[in-house]
């Protein structure tokens, strides 16, 4: 049984920074393609970021490009989302998916290819 965990989320001011953090608690990180997503009240849920389970393929939605690193350490079953140059426009809950996988360069980038979510951290961004 896959357990995600994310944690990070707080109050930036615009122009900040914010490390997300998703703790995996089973023992096939290695094999998870990794996403991150967010939501706000009234809209449904919106990719951000994706990865390979090898690491090597990432892929951004263009809102965040630039701006936002998805990155993964396999040692600690720990995937990341750094958040530079935050903008009030990405207030949002932010989840974490896994998806087991076979390849890897692969990566997904819509919320029904993912069968594994965290409960979301919450990320407030002012003006």
């Known amino acids: 049984q896959v357990q995600l965990v994310e944690s990070g989320g707080g109050l930036v001011q615009a122009g900040g920074s914010l490390r997300l953090s998703c703790a995996a608690s089973?023992?096939?990180?290695?094999?998870?393609?990794m996403g991150w997503f967010r939501q706000v009240p009234g809209k449904e849920r919106e990719f951000v970021a994706a990865?390979?389970?090898?690491?090597?393929?990432?892929y951004y939605a263009d809102s965040v490009k630039g701006r936002f690193t998805i990155s993964r350490d396999n040692a600690k079953s720990t995937a990341y989302l750094q958040m530079n140059s935050l903008k009030p426009e990405d207030t949002a809950v932010y989840f974490c998916?896994?998806?087991?996988?076979?390849?890897?360069?692969?990566?997904?980038?819509?919320?029904?290819?993912?069968?594994?979510w965290g409960q979301g951290t919450q990320v407030t961004v002012s003006s």
């Open positions: 089973g023992r096939s990180f290695s094999a998870y393609a």
């Open positions: 990865m390979s389970l090898s690491g090597g393929s990432t």
């Open positions: 998916a896994a998806r087991i996988d076979f390849y890897s360069s692969t990566y997904y980038t819509t919320a029904l290819q993912y069968d594994m």
